[in-house]
């Protein structure tokens, strides 16, 4: 499939090790927050979301981090697998917006075996 | 199940020409969201369309237009196509507008322009 993010910034990591992704959102009133993943040629994929009055959410390996006083959100990835390499997104919707969403620019998760 | 379907899956058009591009929402889903993928990017916001109503719409020019069908289906529109338009269409559906409801996504059209 055709790669989704050529000139995305990319984290490499060994198998087994954690890894943690970063996004800055912009809108402060933004309430909802969603990490999305996306492996070539395939469309994005829902892994977590978390609401403002929230600052943590856990998953089936993964937590997502929410700073909302530096308006920064964090993805982390638990015992990395191969299978979790893929472009990871992070996603805004400001409160007037329904479930329209505002996507931010896309990490590269590159998992070495 | 079936999950978002969309066609074509490639296409290439020359400039100045129109396409249409085709999306099929998860069965009982009501609502479509149309987004832009420039390669190196993320997603951005095009259309929502909600019970065949426009809900939502990002900031894309006039050439750009999109409508749903009764059966919830939807299709996007653009004219005058420019090389700046060559990139990776998502249709995402979701079982409505509100806040917090999962918007599912399609592998997408890739479109090229020459």
């Known amino acids: 499939g055709e790669s989704v993010g050529l000139h995305l910034p990319t984290l490499s990591v060994q198998e087994g090790d954690n890894s943690i992704i970063n996004c800055a959102y912009s809108?402060?009133?933004?309430?909802?927050f969603i990490w999305y993943k996306q492996e070539s040629g395939k469309g994005p994929q829902f892994i977590i979301d978390i609401r403002s009055n929230m600052d943590k959410r856990q998953g089936q390996r993964v937590t997502v981090l929410l700073n909302k006083t530096v308006k920064h959100l964090s993805l982390q990835i638990a015992a990395t697998q191969p299978g979790d390499s893929a472009v990871y997104f992070c996603?805004?919707?400001?409160?007037?917006?329904?479930?329209?969403?505002?996507f931010g620019g896309g990490t590269r998760l590159m998992v070495k075996p | 199940d079936a999950g978002v379907t969309q066609s074509p899956t490639h296409l290439i058009k020359t400039r100045g020409q129109h396409v249409t591009l085709r999306c099929s929402p998860i069965?009982?889903?009501?609502?479509v969201s149309w987004y832009q993928q420039v390669l190196g990017q993320g997603p951005q916001f095009i259309f929502q369309?909600?019970?065949?109503?426009?809900?939502g719409r990002g900031n894309f020019p006039d050439r750009f237009s999109a409508r749903q069908f009764p059966n919830y289906s939807s299709e996007l529109n653009v004219n005058a196509l420019l090389l700046g338009d060559s990139a990776l269409y998502l249709c995402?559906?979701?079982?409505?507008?509100?806040?917090?409801?999962?918007?599912?996504f399609g592998q997408g059209t890739r479109l090229t322009v020459v």
């Open positions: 996603a805004e919707i400001p409160t007037y917006a329904g479930n329209m969403l505002t």
């Open positions: 369309y909600y019970e065949k109503e426009e809900r």
């Open positions: 069965s009982g889903h009501k609502s």
């Open positions: 995402a559906s979701s079982l409505g507008p509100q806040s917090g409801t999962e918007a599912f």
């Open positions: 809108n402060s009133a933004s309430d909802y």
